[in-house]
């Protein structure tokens, strides 16, 4: 176990830092430079001025050259000074992440505790209205539009009934969790609704796989009560599949949720990584965007460990014994 | 599947047919989805009969309620809404379809190559493959949205000219969207590579070249029809965010993502301006969705009657 972590955790480690290298060369690419930005904010400055700038920053230089220099920085800690904010890049971070994750925790709480219910009971009686309706329920989920969705909650509760803002962290002035619970509210109901028809179709589909396993039928047979065969039998091996799959989709959840947060101007990760490259703060953008890669990289990491942890009879090396 | 036809005297396509017909979700979003696409095509032609010009500005007739000269109203600058959606419906179609081919074609040829090769250059791409699947989508979707096309040696010209945002925005959907496809097609390359057909094929002195093309290829056809159709909902969500967030199709070009940008704005003053496009969007991505998962069900019959059992 501990060969197949660490050989996991050299792959990831590779493909991290193939993908800081494709992230610097394509940050490289976006329009402007540094120094493009200097010339308009300060129109003296003579071509020889932009030269000799250019050199200082180390632009002239072949992208392979200031990778190399950028890594050694980062290596000793160093991420570099964000523009936008005119602080070191790894101050902003903190914050942000925090806001982040208390939303992304809220809402995957949220639509957990919602979707795998509701895909069990969907799976109980399959090919019944109740399934069917389950069925619509969540493929109207994964379709919609998570900024659409964001938008409408604007509509109804801030717009017409008011009851609640239609963004931003808290009122200014004003502490305390109650009223950041109020800014959160939105938010997370259109990040909640927006990922709970994907957790309701993987629940259905794997308690459906399920209850047609032999063992179930021993477990009928027996004369135990539905309830305990669904609840006591099925539930915990129809449930492996789906963690994996949580697992996976966390990457993809907490890059996603920057259209939420840019809807809500909401001060997270995904906010920040829009404002930066929007903003052309290049130190920023390409440090939001290693952190995004290292997340889903983090997530395949575990899900392979859930899989093997909790069946069993898949060895770590990913074969079945 | 050859079995079923056997016993059924019927051709597979009719079986297929058949068992789509069945579907009746699938069948209803399939007729909204040729509705929508007459209506978008139409464009024109319904603006004849409006006798209307989609981008005349008209500014004492800013945010107009629905009337008859204006069914769905007007928005903030006096176009007409209805055909503001009819074009942008063109625009968000055609990124959805053609980048879901785009990257169907990439994604078979890799898979292709993979799964009938195997050995390093397998290898090679499935590294490849997991590496792009590892990447944070939309976060990388937006800086490869706003890199500057002249860095790329594009000209001034093609990087400004007005239709550049909409092959930029397939391009970049495709270069990322590729693995759903190629994994699939892989796996079944590889087990179709040592099937006796394509040992005879072999034996015969196909070259490498035909034995894919004529004898592997088309036992493909299946997954990729399905996994293509469920991605073009994929697709226009994320065009219709990139385009949302401006980073994707740019005015004046309408598209179902960029209209809900200017009323985002205006929310506050004509909340109705942001139910249409977002509406547009929802019922194609859960019409392609549906249409997606009743040709699961008809091309794949296995999955049915299991679920049936």
Sequence with gaps: ??????????????????????????????????????????????????????????????????????????????????????????????????????????????????????????????????????????????????????????????????????????????????????????????????????????????????????????????????????????????????????????????????????????????????????????????????????????????????????????????KRQ | MSDAAATAAATPLALVTRRFLRHRLALISAGVLVVLAAASLLAPVVEGWLGLDANAVDLFNRLAAPSAAHPLGTDEAGRDVLLRLLYGGRVSLFVGIAAALTAAVLGTTVGLLSGYFGGRLDALFMRLTDGVIALPLLPLLIVLAAIDLQKLGFSAEAAQAENMSLYRIVAIVALVGWTTVARLVRATALSLRERPFVLAARAQGASSCRIMTVHILPNLASPIIVATTLSVGNVILLESVLSFLGLGIQPPLPSWGNLLTNAQELIWDAPALAVYPGLAIFVTVIAFNFVGDGLQDALDPRSLERGKR
């Design chain 1, 1 to 318: 176990m501990l060969r197949f972590i660490s050989e996991r955790l050299i792959q990831s480690a590779v493909v991290l830092a193939v993908m800081s290298f494709v992230i610097f060369g394509l940050i490289g690419l976006m329009p402007g430079d540094p120094v493009d930005l200097m010339i308009s904010a300060d129109p003296d400055l003579t071509s020889a001025d932009v030269a000799k700038l250019r050199e200082i920053y180390g632009l002239d230089r072949p992208v392979a050259e200031r990778y190399g220099n950028w890594l050694l920085a980062v290596l000793q800690g160093d991420f570099g000074f964000s523009r936008l904010f005119a602080k070191p890049v790894f101050d902003i971070l903190g914050p942000a992440l925090g806001n982040t994750l208390m939303l992304l925790g809220i809402s995957l709480t949220l639509a957990l505790c919602i979707g795998l219910p509701l895909g069990i009971w969907a799976a109980v009686r399959p090919y019944s209205v109740r399934d069917y309706s389950v069925n619509l329920f969540a493929f109207a989920g994964i379709s919609v539009p998570s900024f659409w969705l964001g938008l409408l909650l604007i509509i109804l509760f801030a717009v017409i009934l008011g009851w609640l803002p239609a963004g931003g962290l808290g009122t200014p002035g004003m502490d305390g969790w109650s009223d950041k619970l109020i800014y959160l509210v939105l938010p997370a109901a259109s990040l909640t609704l927006a990922s709970v028809g994907g957790h309701t179709r993987y629940m259905r589909a794997s308690m459906l796989e399920t209850l047609r396993q032999d063992y179930i039928r021993t477990a009928r047979a027996k004369g135990l009560s539905e309830r305990r065969v669904v609840l006591g039998h099925a539930l915990r091996n129809a449930l492996i599949p789906v963690t994996t799959i949580i697992a996976l989709d966390f990457g993809t959840l907490f890059s996603g949720a920057l259209i939420t947060e840019t809807i809500f101007a909401y001060p997270g990760m995904g906010k920040l990584t829009y404002d930066a490259v929007m903003g052309n703060d290049f130190n920023l953008a390409l440090v939001c965007l290693l952190l995004a890669t290292l997340v889903t990289l983090v997530g395949n990491i575990l899900a392979d460990l859930a899989y093997a942890w909790l069946d069993p009879r898949i060895g770590f090396e990913g």
